[in-house]
């Protein structure tokens, strides 16, 4: 094996700055979401249900006949991740895609009685999920922490050029809940 001679040593300024993913709350944050999300998928695998597919249901599940852009939009995906995604939820007879009558480049997508059904099921999974991933806190934490949610996306949302106004529209939905 050949001798490559000693490793050379990371830049002392880089290297300090540098938080341990052990206190990294960003890196937290991000598995937390990551494991609930991962929780959420399995619920709603076990109905046939991806969770690419899950994000644009439960859009529809909110307001049914949304355009592509619109659902675009509010997933807060890219337009041709959108047309994959609704074109596997209408091969599964969830949506159906209407054509608008006086331009055709745009679509409509609405839930189809199999998906307006699935939402009846889904409710539950997904309470329950939420439930058990915060049953180990008070009503008082849980309010805490949705309070420091609203905060910490705030702070970021008013940094960003592009922000998504639907989220930020939720956003404020649980500010109000949690008297923000």
């Known amino acids: ?4 001679g000693p490793a050379k040593p990371v830049a002392p300024a880089a290297h300090d700055d540098l938080v341990p993913l052990a206190r990294s709350i960003g890196y937290h944050v991000r598995r937390l979401a990551e494991t ?10 076990a109905h046939g249900v991806t969770i690419s597919q899950w994000r644009y249901l439960r859009e529809l599940w909110e307001e049914d006949g949304l355009s592509s852009g619109e659902l675009t ?40 009685p199999r998906g307006r059904r699935l939402a009846v099921t ?17 009503v008082a934490e849980i309010r805490a922490f949705k309070r420091l949610i609203v905060r910490i996306q705030r702070r970021l949302d008013a940094e960003m050029p592009e922000r998504n106004e639907w989220a930020e529209m939720r956003t404020n939905g649980l500010a109000q809940e949690v008297g923000l």
């Open 122 to 138: 889904m409710a539950p999974l997904i309470r329950a999920v939420n439930e058990h991933a915060m049953s180990d806190l008070s």
């Open 36 to 45: 609930w999300q991962d929780s959420m998928d399995v619920a709603a695998a």
């Open 73 to 112: 939009r509010r997933v807060g995906r890219q337009g041709p991740t959108t047309v994959v995604a609704v074109r596997l939820l209408e091969r599964e007879n969830l949506v159906r895609v209407i054509k608008g009558d006086t331009d055709r480049r745009r679509s409509v997508i609405y839930l189809t």
């Open 1 to 4: 094996m050949k001798n490559l």
